[in-house]
Nanobody
């Protein structure tokens, strides 16, 4: 299971740190990622990190503002989000999948329940 947390309401320009704690399986061997879904829109890729943490990938819209990281000893991944914008408002989901770092949600087999991030202008 994947349990996402850390969402909330923040003003534009503010920061949040999302966490995704894994249990019941050794997700440290999986690529893990963050996706988001705004109302009326499709789920979109945000960031992903390889099992070792050595490879990361970001959507262009968050590059330079968001940082994905992982702590395999604690089976947790993080998404540090800085300089948040109103267009970042969405439900954020963490996911895990086998293989290389990928951007398509269909490549991820395991999903958390989502955490709401709301950025006010």
């Amino acid at each position: 299971q994947l349990q996402a947390s850390g969402g909330g309401l923040v003003q534009a320009g503010g920061s949040l740190r999302l966490s995704c704690a894994a249990s019941g399986r050794t997700f440290s061997i999986y690529t893990q990622g963050w996706f988001r879904q705004a109302p009326g829109k499709e789920r979109e890729f945000v960031a992903a990190i390889s099992w070792s943490g050595g490879i990361t990938s970001y959507a262009d819209s968050v590059k330079g503002r968001f940082t994905i990281s992982r702590d395999n000893a604690n089976n947790t991944i993080y998404l540090q989000m800085n300089n948040l914008k109103p267009e970042d408002t969405a439900v954020f989901y963490c996911a895990a999948g086998a293989g290389y770092v990928r951007r398509h949600p269909g490549e991820y087999a395991y999903w958390g329940q989502g955490t709401q991030v709301t950025v006010s202008s």
